[in-house]
Structures are given as C-alpha cells and as structure tokens.
C-alpha cells in the first residue's frame, strides 16, 4: 500500500471511530433521560 490509500484508510477509520462513540454517548444520554422519567413516577406514586 503507498502512503496515500494507507492516509485515506485512517481517516476512513477515524470517522468510523468518531461515529460509533456518538452513538454510544447518544445512547447513555437517553438512559439517563428514561432513568430521570421512571424516577419522577416513583416519586409521584408515593405521594
């Protein structure tokens, strides 16, 4: 491979990577949104 696809296979990889861990963060904040909505219908329920 010449340095230049070996560049572009990188950059390629790195968006991937970039991706993948939006996704991720995107997941974990809607977790904590769910979390916060079940949580303020436990503390409804016990009044």
Known sequence: ?????KN???KK???A???VA???VAKKV???KVAKKTA???TAKRK
């Open 30 to 32: 809607a977790k904590k």
């Open 8 to 10: 572009m296979a990188v």
């Open 22 to 24: 939006k996704k991720k």
């Open 1 to 5: 491979m010449s340095d230049a696809t």
């Open 17 to 19: 990577a970039k991706k």
């Open 13 to 15: 990889a790195k968006k």
């Open 40 to 42: 303020k219908k436990k």
